[in-house]
């Protein structure tokens, strides 16, 4: 026999339904997916320095050393994110499939999914883990121009023929700790009377050194292997070899033209970012866990 509550259709009483829950369940079941992906490409940064810097051994130079080194970190990184969140994706995606009822009283440990949310987090930040080793590194370049250096003496350790010259102290730059510097340079001779062009620089002829802006000469080091060991101003300083001296020997009556370009890059700009976003990953990995095996419980008769 069927009995109708006669209050089930009375005009302005609705009966309460429960919001699908599909895009909560489609994210459980990516989460690890994903994590899966993200650890794979970190095996395969890893991988890849690791062999690089293993077969050169002590070999390498300072700036390819540092870059060896980031990508190692990185790959680190997002391995251990990657890890976490498949663990914990799997992990969630059981107990709250076990836990499932349907239709758990409002409030309740069963009713809240709040570790959902952390898991999406928790997939956001891994994401971005991985997404932030494939930006463009932050870079400034800079054109010298000739009439952009000025005569040096020699620098302290640095005891040659030829002639020093430094770029004028406005076109210094700002090179943050672990800061990579390329330079080109170029130079040329050309006669004070014909204004022929004589000849051309050439390796062995110059060689471009980067030092502090606020002691020049003391301590440069060669361009193409420096890392700023702290954050300062930097300028450019050039050794032309050619001849005794500019004005000497060979390069007696002529004019030489100095130009450069320096590109500094910053490749660690990201590593604190990745590095914070890993560890709070994880963290609300742990914390979805947590919450996942509390509303398992919490849902048990």
Same mark, same amino acid.
């Given at each position: 026999m069927l009995v109708n509550d006669p209050g089930a259709n009375r005009p302005g009483v609705s009966v309460p339904t429960r919001e699908p829950e599909r895009p909560r369940r489609s994210l459980l079941r990516a989460a690890p997916w994903i994590g899966l992906f993200v650890t794979g490409i970190g095996l395969v940064q890893v991988g890849w320095a690791a062999k690089d810097l293993f077969a050169s051994g002590s070999s390498l130079d300072p700036r390819t050393s540092l870059e060896l080194g980031l990508l190692l970190d990185q790959g680190a990184l997002s391995s251990l994110s990657g890890a976490a969140l498949a663990i914990g994706g799997f992990s969630v995606d059981r107990g709250g499939g076990r836990a499932h009822t349907p239709n758990p009283p409002a409030g309740s440990i069963a009713d809240n999914g709040w570790h959902r949310s952390l898991l999406a987090m928790a997939v956001l930040l891994t994401l971005g883990v991985v997404v932030l080793s494939a930006f463009p590194t932050p870079s400034n370049a800079i054109a010298y121009a000739p009439r952009d250096f000025d005569p040096l003496p020699p620098p302290a350790n640095l005891t040659t023929y030829g002639g020093y010259f430094v770029a004028r102290p %406005?076109?210094?730059?700002? =090179?943050? %700790?672990?800061?990579v510097v390329n330079v080109d340079v170029q130079v040329t001779w050309t006669d004070s009377r014909t204004g022929a062009v004589l000849f051309? =620089?050439?390796?062995?002829?110059?060689? +471009?050194?980067? +030092?502090? +802006?606020?002691?020049p000469r003391e301590s440069p080091s060669i361009a193409s292997t420096f890392v700023a060991p702290a954050s300062r101003f930097y300028v450019l300083i050039v050794w032309v070899g050619r001849c005794p001296t500019p004005t000497s020997g060979a390069c007696a009556n002529t004019t030489m033209a100095l130009q450069a370009q320096s590109h500094t890059t910053v490749p660690t700009i990201y590593l604190p970012a990745q590095v914070g976003g890993s560890i709070f990953g994880v963290a609300l990995v742990i914390a979805a866990t947590a919450g996942s095996r509390a509303r398992s419980q919490g849902a048990r008769p």
């Open positions: %406005r076109l210094g730059f700002w =090179g943050d %700790r672990g800061s051309g =620089g050439a390796p062995g002829n110059f060689t +471009a050194y980067v +030092a502090s +802006a606020s002691s």
